[in-house]
């Protein structure tokens, strides 16, 4: 993988005959997501497992995300695999919205899934990280392993140093992430090693349609990165702090 190749480097001299190319496929992947996401509009990232059975509680989750936020205006942006990922692209399309899928070149996942509209497939975790980030105007995580931690923390971490600004962080699923958060409370917290602020950077929810509230409420406050105007919403209904 050019993750891997680029990562592993053997002998002093391969930089010289190797990674300057390196650097034009890495410019080519920023230039083709910036000019096919350009247009896109306001638009919310969800994440979540690749290895969500279709059909299971946390698969049809996925699908009720996708609808409700292509309902309420929004591009539904993923990481355009199977599983969670698959579940909001499907939602998306059947709630008459943009379903975007950003892909990942890996030894064990398969290509685009099935209902995605816009596919950019990327050699680089970097790049495409940069995509779900400024093309949306805030995330909606669904539950899931290692990558969806690591988009989660990336994401409460370009709040927290202001990188992003009234950026919404909202995890669908109280019983599957009471225990990170109590583990942020009770650990991070309490051994200094986090501001107790920092809890309000995430809000946790069951209802669906309760996130996506949440998420359009955040991204009234938060400017299109397209340069368009913000999305607007009468509810005035508020979140649970984490």
């Known amino acids: 993988m050019s993750d891997q190749t680029l990562l592993d480097t053997k002998g002093p001299g391969q930089f010289v005959h190797t990674d300057p190319w390196r650097v034009l496929r890495i410019q080519s992947e920023f230039v083709e997501g910036f000019g096919a996401l350009a247009d896109l509009g306001p638009a919310v990232s969800v994440f979540g497992s690749a290895r969500t059975v279709p059909g299971s509680p946390n698969y049809e989750l996925g699908v009720e995300v996708g609808r409700k936020l292509a309902e309420a205006g929004l591009a539904v942006i993923t990481g355009g695999g199977p599983g969670s990922m698959e579940a909001a692209n499907k939602g998306a399309v059947q709630g008459n919205g943009v379903s975007v899928g950003l892909g990942i070149e890996l030894p064990f996942e398969q290509g685009m899934n099935q209902w995605v509209d816009l596919g950019i497939n990327f050699r680089y975790f970097f790049a495409r990280k940069t995509m779900f980030v400024k093309y ?26 202001r990188k992003v600004t009234s950026f919404p962080i909202v995890l669908v699923g109280t019983a599957f992430w009471s225990p990170l958060v109590g583990w942020i409370e009770n650990t991070l917290v309490s051994e200094g090693m986090v501001s107790e602020e920092d809890l309000d950077l995430i809000q946790v929810v069951d209802d669906p349609a309760h996130a996506v509230e949440l998420v359009v409420e955040g991204a009234a406050r938060h400017r299109n990165p397209n340069g368009g105007a913000p999305v607007t919403n009468s509810s005035d209904k508020g979140g649970t702090r984490a």
């Open 136 to 161: 949306a105007q805030g995330f909606i995580v669904l539950p899931g392993g290692l990558g969806t931690l690591d988009e989660l923390f990336e994401a409460m971490v370009l709040v927290q140093t």
